[in-house]
């Protein structure tokens, strides 16, 4: 089946008591067992649920994975994932990553004696020289924020030659645009608040992944630990997934006004958006992905300047997340990337002047004049 259809079938089927088109929201704790060890497949909601369960058939099909597990939130999702390692065993992880993700690797994962060394993946040779063994690699692409490119294929094969699993945070381009189990990783994580809900109003996380052993290892975690994501936000992702295919277009359409706006501007430093023919990254994007996504960052120079520009924009709301049919802006040295020192956010070139856009779908040229009116404070 096409993507789109997938979008909209995959996983569903009428209900069979009522012929429902639409999935229902199986909101129960346990179901009625006929007998002792006798019963339909269900036997308590933690470890199933027939909402979830269809959400996690099309959240696979859509990436084009054996099979998918959801989770309350996307960091429960990236738990579940690495709860396949084991202590002693060591992870790389790309350097530029969302600051939970680098949170939960070096004050939580640490504790558990799983050593994490953080590496540029955006150099794929380099990273093979220097990463030594490791057990798991660990990637966003395009990174979060500074929108470096990795090449899935070329890491999925230093991942391999050592025998380790490559995991792929693919939240800011969705399966629409881009799939890294056919480019050769192993798992692919999404927060599923972001662009596959797509409407800002649940939070929830999914693994996909390529192996039936690493299906039944996470459902095993998914029932043991208990972080399941509920019958409701089930729904409403199954409800946003039916759009994605619509909704990411506008979002990249979007994301290319915008960006070419923002270069434009004589107040602005830098944009980072690996649209643009010039940016490192922009022909290993044209490869791996079908598009650039609305993921872009800007820098105005200063936190007093961006501060000025973030009390200013009204149509572009100031807050947490991405990936909302509506545009959100944030400050990522005071927001997601809040966790690293200022040490190492200066090491990454994450300044105090970064303003991160997360392109909505409203019409661009009031999200231009919106931008327009906010710099001319700065």
């Known amino acids: 089946m096409g993507f789109a259809t997938d979008c909209i079938h995959a996983g569903q089927e009428p209900d069979p008591s009522t012929g429902a088109i639409i999935t229902p929201i199986y909101q129960t704790s346990t179901y009625v067992q006929e007998g002792l060890g006798v019963h339909k497949g269900y036997e308590y909601a933690r470890t199933q649920n027939p909402t979830r369960r269809a959400l996690e058939k099309n959240l696979a099909a859509l990436e084009g994975g054996t099979d998918a597990c959801c989770y309350a939130s996307g960091m429960a999702a990236i738990q579940a994932v690495l709860s396949l390692l084991q202590a002693g065993q060591r992870v790389v992880v790309s350097d530029n990553v ?19 060394a953080f590496l540029d993946a955006s150099d794929a040779a380099g990273l093979a020289a220097r990463a030594g063994e490791f057990a798991m690699l660990w990637i966003e692409t395009p990174t979060n924020p500074l929108m470096k490119i990795c090449d899935i294929a070329a890491l999925a094969e230093v991942a391999h030659k050592r025998g380790a699993l490559l995991a792929v945070d693919n939240t800011f381009l969705s399966p629409f645009l881009q799939r890294p189990l056919a480019l050769g990783a192993d798992l692919v994580v999404h927060s599923t608040t972001k662009f596959l809900n797509g409407h800002s109003d649940s939070v929830g996380g999914v693994a996909v992944v390529k192996s039936a052993a690493h299906a039944d290892a996470l459902r095993f975690y998914q029932n043991a630990a208990g972080g399941i994501l509920s019958p409701f936000d089930s729904w409403l992702v199954l409800r946003g997934t039916k759009t994605l295919a619509l909704r990411m277009p506008r979002h990249e359409e979007n994301g290319r006004t915008v960006a070419e706006f923002l270069r434009g501007q004589k107040k602005i430093g830098k944009v980072y958006w690996p649209g643009f023919p010039d940016h490192p990254g922009h022909d290993l994007q044209r490869r791996q992905a079908s598009g650039f996504g609305s993921m872009i960052t800007f820098d105005l120079g200063s936190r007093e300047a961006a501060g000025r520009l973030l009390g200013a924009v009204r149509l572009c709301s100031l807050g947490e997340s991405l990936g909302g049919i509506e545009t959100l802006i944030s400050h990522p040295a005071t927001m997601t990337h809040a966790g690293y020192t200022q ?14 856009i997360s392109v909505g779908c409203e019409d661009a040229e009031d999200l231009k004049a919106d931008l327009s009116r906010a710099l001319d404070t700065v």
């Open 343 to 356: 040490a190492e956010r200066d090491a990454l070139g994450i300044s105090d002047g970064l303003v991160r």
């Open 98 to 116: 969302y600051g939970g993700t680098h949170r939960f690797f070096t004050k939580v994962l640490s504790r558990c004696g799983i050593e994490s």
